[in-house]
């Protein structure tokens, strides 16, 4: 009776968990699983088959573990059991030809998915890319908008169906940027720039957040990335462009203090070449005059 209820409980317990799991996949929101990017879509659809395939390998060795438990338990009679039995060429043929087949497969499409989806790789579009540089700080985003000549705190603007060219850079710890629903994370370090191409296929507004821990502020270090159509886009620009807030390099080591959950903000940039300052503030000791922007 202990044995039957003992099971009774692992088989609830498997089933509550499966069914849970399932209904928060189908309800929930997990951004990387409802992709709104081609990069994301991409992505999105080489982690399904990965997982498909190595299910092929996980569910049989789940359902043999089952299978023996019941079929070798203590109170069962073993008939069939051989004492001796020390080798089996069918056996080893599955259970090592199966995994090196998968296992190949899978090698295949990541080398195939690691060029296809390169970063650093522009996307095919008619349309031309936005430059976006993004400096990560404690702990807040800055996104700098050269060619409009606007900026940004923990919020960015852009058109949908636009690639977006992204300059990645720090002026704090190590980091990491990601907007799950587009695409993946890339890091972020100081004296250094990374890239990344994304873009969306419609309007919306997708989170964005780091993907790196950083400090006591790291939890709050989040941002919106809205994808807007391109005449509303053109009119958030404008209304930057007219704004009275300025940021110069003095305005911007004041940005660049430390500190955490800070509202979104934005400015009219004064100094094009900022984003290039902060990383030559880490590649060469820099003079008085630079600092200054002389």
Do not use: C
């Not at 700080?137 to 949908?160: G, H, R």
């Not at 009119?235 to 203090?257: I, K, N, P």
């Amino acid at each position: 009776m202990h044995k039957i209820v003992r099971w009774a409980f692992w088989l609830l317990l498997v089933f509550t968990v499966v069914f849970i799991g399932a209904v928060y996949l189908y309800q929930g929101s997990i951004a990387v699983l409802s992709p709104q990017g081609i990069i994301g879509k991409k992505q999105s659809d080489l982690l399904i088959l990965s997982i498909y395939l190595m299910l092929i390998v996980v569910v049989p060795v789940f359902l043999m573990t089952i299978l023996i438990v019941w079929k070798y338990r203590a109170s069962r009679n073993h008939s069939d059991f051989d004492p001796g039995f020390t080798h089996s060429t069918k056996a080893e043929l599955i259970w090592w030809g199966v995994p090196f087949i998968i296992i190949l497969i899978l090698s295949v499409l990541t080398w195939k998915g690691s060029h296809e989806l390169d970063p650093f790789k522009p996307l095919e579009s008619e349309v031309e890319p936005l430059t976006v540089q993004v400096v990560a700080l404690q702990w807040k985003w800055l996104f700098i908008y050269p060619e409009q000549k606007i900026a940004a705190v923990n919020f960015f603007q852009f058109p949908e169906k636009t690639p977006v060219h992204f300059e990645i850079t720090s002026d704090a710890p190590m980091n990491s940027f990601w907007i799950p629903a587009l695409g993946g994370q890339i890091y972020a370090m100081a004296g250094m720039k990374s890239q990344l191409y994304l873009m969306a296929d419609a309007p919306g507004n997708y989170r964005g957040l780091s993907a790196n821990i950083s400090g006591d502020g790291f939890s709050g270090m989040n941002f919106v990335a809205k994808a807007s159509s391109e005449a509303e886009f053109q009119e958030w620009v404008q209304a930057l462009q007219a704004s009275s807030r300025v940021l110069d390099r003095s305005s911007y080591e004041e940005l660049a203090e430390p500190s955490a959950y800070v509202p979104e903000s934005f400015y009219r940039l004064g100094d094009r070449s900022l984003f290039d300052w902060v990383i030559m503030k880490y590649m060469m000791p820099m003079s008085g005059e630079m600092r200054e922007g002389a």
